[in-house]
């Protein structure tokens, strides 16, 4: 018979689990388009008429098929935002980012879904806002791979000030 006991064991270990995924034909269509031409497309519903970035063969709202591709701006919106304080491993590189540093969801120009990545920017709240203008930084065309860190980062597009 086992024995109940209060002792709490810990066994330190580090997992390490490379892995890859088929990107499957939306994204791996729209991936080609960020590494060829520095492009970001996404899919427009039928239905709703909401644009997925990144695409999917179905809309997640209406589950109809989507079939028109629709070509994004490279300039967007901050549409959230927060000041990181601790730091994050990046999780397509594996690299830290030290903080403190902003991360944003921008709505890329003609998309209706954001994409979450680094806003290179001063982490000063009298700085930010929701609703600033930001571009998309790529690395450059020799260097991309088809993933989403050809993007390294956005940043705010110069003359803004915070509205009062
Ligand atoms: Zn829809």
């Avoid at 098929?65 to 300039?75: A, D, H, R, Y």
Wanted: hydrophobic share 40%.
């Amino acid at each position: 018979m086992i024995k109940k006991t209060d002792e709490q064991i810990s066994i330190p270990m580090v997992v390490d689990v490379p892995f890859e995924f088929a990107a499957g034909q939306y994204l791996s269509r729209a991936l080609t388009e960020l590494r060829d031409n520095g492009k970001f497309f996404g899919v427009k519903c039928p239905k709703c008429g909401r644009v997925q970035l990144p695409p999917r063969i179905v809309c997640a709202e209406c589950h109809v098929k989507n079939e028109e591709w629709v070509e994004l701006g490279l300039e967007g919106k901050l549409k959230a935002f927060t000041i990181m304080y601790l730091p994050l491993t990046d999780p397509t590189t594996g690299k830290p980012h030290n903080p403190p540093f902003v991360y944003g969801s921008v709505q890329l120009d003609g998309a209706t879904s954001v994409l979450d990545h680094l806003v290179s920017m001063e982490p000063d709240l009298d700085k930010i806002w929701v609703g600033m203008r930001l571009r998309i930084i790529l690395r450059p065309p020799q260097e991309r791979i088809g993933d989403l860190s050809d993007i390294l980062y956005f940043e705010p597009l110069p003359g803004q000030k915070k509205p009062a």
